[in-house]
């Protein structure tokens, strides 16, 4: 027994085929050259990103390592 939702999902797909196969070459084209432009963007943030949080992580482990010093004198104390 199928419910709606699973009939609209399946009507969709070929009506998606359907715009691709109508799109020119041109368009098609232009496109693909702005998903890679999207995509090469979205990878150079990532790895901006990446390495923001690995300078953070570094830091974060610097400190704790100076916390648990510092805790251990003022036990000592």
């Known amino acids: 027994m199928s419910s709606s939702s699973?009939?609209?999902i399946e009507s969709e797909e070929p009506n998606l085929c359907f715009m691709a196969d109508g799109a020119s070459?041109?368009?098609?084209?232009?496109?693909?050259?702005?998903?890679?432009?999207?995509?090469d963007q979205l990878l150079l943030?990532?790895?901006?990103?990446?390495?923001?949080a690995n300078?953070?992580?570094?830091?974060?482990?610097k400190l704790k390592?100076?916390?648990n010093f510092?805790?251990?004198?003022?036990k000592s104390l």
Do not use: A, M, P
Request: with cysteine.
């Open 45 to 52: 943030t990532f790895h901006e990103t990446q390495e923001e």
């Open 25 to 39: 070459k041109s368009d098609s084209v232009s496109i693909c050259s702005t998903d890679s432009e999207d995509y």
């Open 70 to 74: 510092l805790e251990s004198k003022v």
């Open 6 to 8: 699973d009939t609209s």
């Open 55 to 61: 300078r953070l992580t570094f830091i974060g482990n």
């Open 65 to 67: 390592s100076v916390n």
